[in-house]
């Protein structure tokens, strides 16, 4: 079976430009999590969907983030503009019910590197 | 929210001695309970999980995890370290509602041959 699909897996761009990241989750899952991984604050939560519905991006860090979910089988997310602090790696992961304790699967995610 | 506490950001086992890595939740209600396995430049992959069956649990790569409700904790252990279990460890736990999961900080182990 086909895991998670993050595109691309790696993105060096300059500041102010417009970076679009890119996920398929697996096929049947419900729910869809965008993370973001520094070695300053670790792993965090930016957004989560439910049956393609946003349902809570507190974890958005400001306006320059967006994230999109048109449909079951395509999610982005998207940084405009770009600043060099947003630099790190962004993980795309989807779930079926993951409040019936069912995992998350995580995709090999987006090395973003911003000049 | 749930809180998950990782102790020791490194651990350092020699090849075939027991792997331990402690984790440490908080909540007045035992959650789900999760560890995943990263390797360098890859995501992350379960290893295993806690959805309030049995306490211990067995979950890939020899690894296993014992839920301990009293100490809430959910320390993960190996009996024997392999060169290729050396990555980074994450504990996460799965409070319900709308919340994601949250993660602990990682713990990098290091495997000495």
């Known amino acids: 079976d086909a895991g998670v699909i993050q595109s691309p897996r790696h993105e060096v761009t300059e500041m102010g430009q417009e970076v679009t990241l890119r996920c398929k989750p697996i096929?049947?899952?419900?729910?869809l999590f965008w993370y973001r991984q520094t070695m300053m604050r670790g792993l965090e939560l930016l957004i989560y969907?439910?049956?393609?519905?946003?349902?809570?991006d507190s974890g958005m860090p400001e306006d320059r983030f967006s994230a999109k979910m048109p449909n079951a089988s395509f999610s982005t997310l998207k940084i405009q503009p770009s600043e060099p602090r947003d630099s790190a790696v962004y993980f795309c992961?989807?779930?079926?019910?993951?409040?019936?304790?069912?995992?998350?699967?995580f995709g090999d995610g987006t090395r973003l590197s911003i000049l | 929210a749930q809180s998950v506490t990782q102790l020791g950001s490194h651990v350092s086992v020699s090849e075939g001695a027991l792997v331990l890595l402690r984790c440490n939740y908080s909540s007045s209600v035992p959650p789900y309970l999760f560890w995943y396995v990263q390797y360098p430049n890859q995501g992350l992959q379960l290893l295993l999980k806690y959805t309030s069956a049995a306490t211990l649990v067995k979950g890939i790569n020899g690894f296993e995890a014992e839920f301990k409700k009293s100490e809430t904790s959910f320390h993960l252990t190996k009996p024997s370290a392999h060169m290729s279990d050396a990555a980074e460890y994450f504990c996460?736990?799965?409070?319900?509602?709308?919340?994601?999961?949250?993660f602990g900080k990682g713990t990098h182990l290091i495997i000495q041959p």
């Open positions: 992961a989807s779930s079926f019910s993951p409040g019936d304790g069912q995992p998350q699967h």
């Open positions: 996460a736990a799965y409070g319900g509602g709308a919340d994601g999961l949250t």
């Open positions: 096929s049947g899952h419900n729910s």
């Open positions: 969907f439910n049956n393609n519905v946003p349902i809570d």
